[in-house]
């Protein structure tokens, strides 16, 4: 049996690896194709990102390039300001023109390398547009006093330090975008300082290349960073979709398997009768000719399988028993007729029914009830269940001369305890849980010669949880066992106090002293007789 599920692992697992394989290769082709050692779906990311930066700074970017005109009017003719102003703004409004079409079409249907060459060319002329900031006013600052050439030249360095800034943010996960965007302002503010031909100029204009190179160092890392968050992103998906696929493969399974399980029980449950009259038959006729009461059995030989065929139906019968008590639990079959239910009262009563098996094996039983416990709400045929199960267990398992103690106690909480302890060899404590399922046996149930089904324990479980219950299993090598099931609190029945006794109530609402008893008035017969009446 164990052999068909490997065989299933293992064709599940060359699946896998197949469709591994295929995924590789795919991925693999598309990079060729593309020409890039980037996925495809990395790309679309890639420009989806620059896309929606892009329109994220629909309003932010026209006002900084407006204030950069303002500012540049202090050396520079208002005309050059207003026409740069609006070509850049012309290039700017270009490029968010496309990077909403970009957004609005199905990804499915992108075609990423004409857009990334689509983008990179508006790029490249916004990129212009914003070198011509440089050359606004060059005429008249070559002219223009030394204080006005020099705040006018520091001006366009910061400008060009902003604009680097602004296209690394924007425009550093695409190389090819974020060098078509700021080279050509580089060039224009270092030819610009180079013509001043001035080593302060030189410097700022060696300043202003070294800038650049640190931005571009900057866009690199920015871009690794981003490809690594895809990566991640990825695998998580990848492997979300795969705990979902493993989910919806293991709520299958565990549905087929609920479901089969639920047909067994109902099946069980449902052919108690076939099962048991074939037994009781056996039983019946088995007893007849073991008592002899046709006539004598001639052969002994015959009476001593007679015996056996008794016993071992009885054995059988006991044992279907259990398995059909434990499908009706299982398939929801089985109902609880309660009532109330003196603890102490089912003791005596298994104490009663096993008391001659006890003292066949030479074991003591010995009762610690309270008797003033009061009665609790349960259903008193599962209860004598439960206590003959576990004394069965402990009388099974106790050797002779040994003592089980049957208990009743009041727990802390309000709730009634049904304890069972013996001195027995007691169980491993890794093997409780093995003894506590259905089928379940311990090391010593399978070495001794009374042996069961193993569905003791789990019927006693089943039946104490249908009340609420629970069932505690304590033991201890070679000092014993003890099995305690607990009834809660709510279903323990206990007496209300009066509220007021009976003919005060008018009395002490008033505030007056309780009027005594009047004495019985005849009606037509003797004191005391049925046609006496009290009256209050």
């Known amino acids: 049996m164990s052999a068909i599920p490997e065989d299933v692992e293992r064709r599940r697992h060359r699946r896998d690896a197949r469709v591994r394989a295929y995924n590789d290769l795919k991925e693999r082709r598309a990079r060729l194709a593309a020409g890039t050692s980037i996925k495809p779906e990395f790309e679309c990311e890639l420009l989806t990102m620059f896309a929606r930066n892009e329109l994220g700074a629909a309003v932010t970017m026209p006002v900084l390039y407006a204030l950069f005109a303002l500012a540049c009017m202090f050396w520079a003719p208002t005309t050059d300001a207003i026409v740069w102003l609006v070509a850049v703004i012309g290039a700017k409004v270009l490029l968010l023109d496309q990077a909403r079409r970009f957004l609005a079409q199905p990804q499915a249907y992108l075609d990423i390398r004409t857009w990334q060459r689509r983008f990179i060319l508006i790029e490249l002329i916004n990129g212009l547009t914003l070198a011509c900031f440089a050359l606004v006013g060059v005429r008249e600052t070559l002219t223009a006093t030394p204080e006005m050439i020099f705040s006018s030249h520091v001006f366009i360095f910061a400008t060009l330090i902003v604009v680097l800034a602004i296209r690394t943010m924007f425009a550093a996960t695409i190389p090819a975008i974020f060098y078509a965007g700021t080279i050509p302002m580089t060039v224009a503010v270092i030819a610009r300082l180079v013509m001043l031909d001035n080593s302060f100029y030189f410097a700022l204009a060696t300043m202003a290349a070294g800038i650049h190179l640190y931005f571009l160092f900057l866009a690199r890392g920015l871009r690794t960073t981003v490809l690594s968050m895809l990566e991640y992103r990825a695998e998580k998906d990848a492997l979300i979709a795969e705990l979902e696929e493993q989910k919806s493969v293991s709520d299958e399974a565990r549905r087929r398997a609920e479901a089969a399980n639920s047909a067994k029980s109902r099946f069980l449950a449902t052919r108690s009768h076939e099962l048991r009259t074939p037994l009781n038959a056996i039983l019946g006729f088995s007893e007849v000719m073991k008592s002899e009461m046709f006539g004598p059995l001639d052969n002994p030989k015959y009476r001593e399988y007679t015996g056996n065929i008794l016993e071992s139906g009885k054995h059988l019968l006991h044992l279907i028993n259990e398995i059909l008590d434990l499908t009706r639990i299982e398939s929801g079959r089985y109902e609880l007729h309660e009532e109330p239910v003196r603890l102490a009262d089912v003791i005596d009563e298994c104490h009663r029914l096993l008391k001659l098996r006890a003292e066949g094996k030479g074991i003591e039983i010995v009762e610690e009830i309270n008797g003033d416990l009061p009665v609790v709400w349960a259903d008193q045929r599962a209860m004598r269940q439960v206590c003959l199960n576990l004394m069965s267990n402990a009388l099974k398992f106790t050797p002779k001369g040994g003592q089980v103690v049957l208990s009743v106690g009041q727990m802390p909480d309000g709730g009634q305890y049904l304890s069972v302890r013996d001195n027995g060899p007691g169980i491993p404590a890794d093997e ?29 479980q089943n039946l104490i949880e249908l009340h609420g219950g629970t069932l505690l299993l304590q033991s201890e090598l070679r000092k014993g066992t003890e099995a305690k099931v607990m009834l809660p609190g709510y279903r323990v029945l206990r007496a209300m106090a009066p509220l007021q006794p009976l003919g005060q109530e008018t009395h002490r609402l008033r505030g007056m002293p309780p009027r005594p008893p009047r004495p019985a008035r005849l009606r037509g017969g003797k004191a005391g007789g049925p046609d006496t009446a009290a009256v209050g």
Do not use: H
């Not at 010593?444 to 006693?460: C, D, F, M, N, R």
């Open 432 to 460: 409780i849980p093995k003894v506590l399922q259905a089928f379940g046996q311990g090391t010593l149930a399978q070495q001794t010669a009374e042996g069961g089904a193993g569905l003791g324990l789990a019927i006693v």
